[in-house]
């Protein structure tokens, strides 16, 4: 598999294993077939996975420390993160260290290469319409909070989601110190679905061209957009769900997929792997059939420009 920069973290494999699906976020599968989909994963050449302890309430970290006991393979990097909202100030390291402590806990490790706050940052003027953390919270209690546990050796770096408000992301990438990496939407819609929670306009390219400049690494994610960009909907949604609406928008696409005798859902990872700065994309398969797919579809190489052009004229993005 190929490997990317990933900032100042060295070089990771150009696609992660996304815990969602092996935490049952996107659909029912086995504990067993999760844990035999990790460890595919790493034989494919992952060496990045990424989880969480809201997918599936710990249970993406669980089949981790099924999997692998305690003993992270070699050359395998680990990240989690934390919901932290809006504790009062003197109140951030100690929810940060639990979450933290719970984790290592489920995965049966003693220490993540990043921590990411999994809460949107706020701006300070929107704290009454928004939940998330303040920024003000965020500079002045999280950053140092993360900073500590950097210098504690429980985390090599810490990041952020940066899929909450636009211009408080932005501001998070361009401040110093900054984060040493950032998950951003990543996928040939611009589209973040059903979690875009704010009235900002989304401009997930500006994130990814901010942070890449910044010398940060970029884990794209939402590459399928949560089924949209793949053959069929897997869920009953109702006619005007953000998912529904780009499944009806990416029907071109589905056309030109099937043109060039590809799936959709391969063409749609492999876009999102061509897209500039994007240092890694975030798989959410919950199975060995999806992963190998995604494998497959990787192996293929990024997607010559004239290509890109045919599929951002197909969707009317410009």
């Not at 060496?47 to 692998?68: C, H, K, M, R, W």
Request: proline share 5%; hydrophobic share 40%; net charge negative.
């Amino acid at each position: 598999m190929d490997s990317r920069e990933f900032g100042g973290l060295g070089r990771v494999s150009a696609l992660t294993l996304g815990g969602g699906g092996i935490g049952q976020v996107w659909g029912p599968t086995s504990r067993e077939e999760s844990v035999a989909t990790l460890r595919g994963a790493v034989d494919a050449g992952i060496n990045l996975i990424d989880l969480a302890p809201s997918y599936g309430q710990g249970e993406a970290e669980t089949v981790f420390g099924q999997a692998f006991g305690g003993s992270v393979p070699a050359g395998v990097r680990l990240t989690t993160k934390c919901r932290l909202d809006n504790p009062p100030a003197d109140q951030v390291f100690s929810v940060l260290e639990q979450s933290l402590k719970d984790s290592f806990d489920r995965m049966k490790v003693e220490r993540v290469d990043l921590f990411f706050l999994h809460s949107q940052i706020v701006p300070d003027d929107c704290v009454d319409r928004y939940d998330g953390t303040p920024r003000e919270l965020f500079v002045n209690s999280v950053v140092l909070a993360f900073e500590r546990l950097v210098s504690d050796g429980r985390i090599g770096a810490w990041a952020i989601t940066g899929i909450g408000i636009p211009s408080a992301v932005l501001a998070t990438i361009q401040a110093d110190p900054h984060p040493a990496a950032v998950q951003a939407i990543a996928n040939l819609l611009d589209s973040p679905g059903a979690i875009k929670r704010y009235d900002e306009a989304a401009i997930p390219r500006e994130i990814i061209g901010s942070a890449h400049k910044r010398g940060m690494g970029v884990m794209g994610i939402r590459a399928v957009q949560a089924g949209a960009l793949t053959s069929s909907l897997d869920r009953e949604l109702a006619e005007d769900h953000p998912e529904a609406r780009d499944f009806r928008r990416a029907a071109p696409f589905r056309d030109l997929a099937a043109e060039l005798g590809e799936s959709p859902a391969s063409l749609a990872h492999r876009y999102a792997l061509s897209i500039d700065g994007i240092s890694t994309v975030v798989l959410g398969v919950k199975n060995r059939e999806e992963l190998a797919e995604c494998v497959a579809a990787e192996a293929k190489g990024r997607l010559e420009p004239e290509l890109m052009a045919r599929i951002d004229a197909a969707v009317g993005r410009s």
